[in-house]
């Protein structure tokens, strides 16, 4: 019988080109959002699993052998013979922030099959996790849905990352169509201020996570907020959090080592996402805040995931608001 992982997520898993120097280089960073993440829980000692689809490449091998040196499972990672890894350039303004240029036309990852998908990994994990890269397109759309599903009828937790990128959805409509259709799917949800504005319009932090939980059924619902913090909402309880004073360099990831960061923390509750109580339920969005902080530190996305000791040390600093 298969050992159980604390999580396993399905989805990209791509090359990031991260801006190098100031004459217009660029350095290969492995990333992709639900890779980040379980690089995050495996630096706090998690057990994780990746399902996803790389090109049989330089890249795609190299990815596999970033997933096995940070401790997440490959049992799931595929090799497409036909179709390249995907690409993603890394472009930061001063502060930090970050847009994306994308190489995915298409990419590997968007064409693993429901048939491809390790369904035994998906059975025997604490929390399931996803994004809504893999609901751009079929077939991994109509792979991701169906791995969604078992996952619930196997009375798995799971956690839901929309992750926008405007420039591979055919437009907007689209984009917010399947981003709420993983919603309505899961048990956690994170979300940044951009998708939160894209799906709860003109709505305030309050309102309009009031309104978003209570349409789509979500036990617990997450709003990153940058230098500012976060945002909870667990049934009636609500409330913000705020960040930690540090010098950004590179801000890819961090809503990934936050989630990451706040899954292992609710793994620790031994809890169900609707029965955290307001006390323990800010201790976890303040760790979680803490670690991406301390992400924003350092290039790339996995090599900047912190482990618990800095987590731990940033968190008897405090926070800044």
Known sequence: ???????????????????????????????????????????????????????????????????????????GLLFSPDVRTTLAFVHLDKEGDRSFSFYRNPGADMMIEAAEVNKEMVKHTRIFHFGSLSLTEDPARSATLEAVRYARECGTT??????????????????VRWMKEGMRHADIVKLSEEEFRL???????????AFLAEQFAIPLLLVTLGSEGSYYRCGRDSGKIGSFKVNAADSTGAGDSFMGSFLHQFLLSELKPGELNRERLEEMVLYANAAAA????????????????????????????
């Open 1 to 75: 019988m298969m050992e159980m992982f604390d999580v396993t997520s399905l989805g990209e898993l791509l090359i990031d080109f991260t801006p190098s120097g100031s004459q217009g280089e660029f350095m290969r960073n492995p990333g992709g959002a639900p890779a980040n993440v379980l690089a995050a829980l495996a630096k706090l000692g998690r057990r994780t699993g990746f399902i996803g689809k790389v090109g049989d490449d330089q890249f795609g091998r190299y990815l596999k052998q970033v997933l096995e040196e940070n401790d997440i499972d490959a049992g």
């Open 158 to 175: 799971v956690s839901y990352d929309p992750n926008y990128r405007e420039k591979l959805w055919k437009n907007e409509e689209e984009a």
């Open 199 to 209: 799906l709860a319009g003109d709505l305030d932090l309050q309102g309009g996570s």
């Open 294 to 321: 301390l992400s924003v530190t350092r290039k790339g996305a996995i090599p900047s995931m912190p482990g618990p000791v800095e987590i731990e040390n940033l968190l008897r600093k405090g926070a800044k608001s």
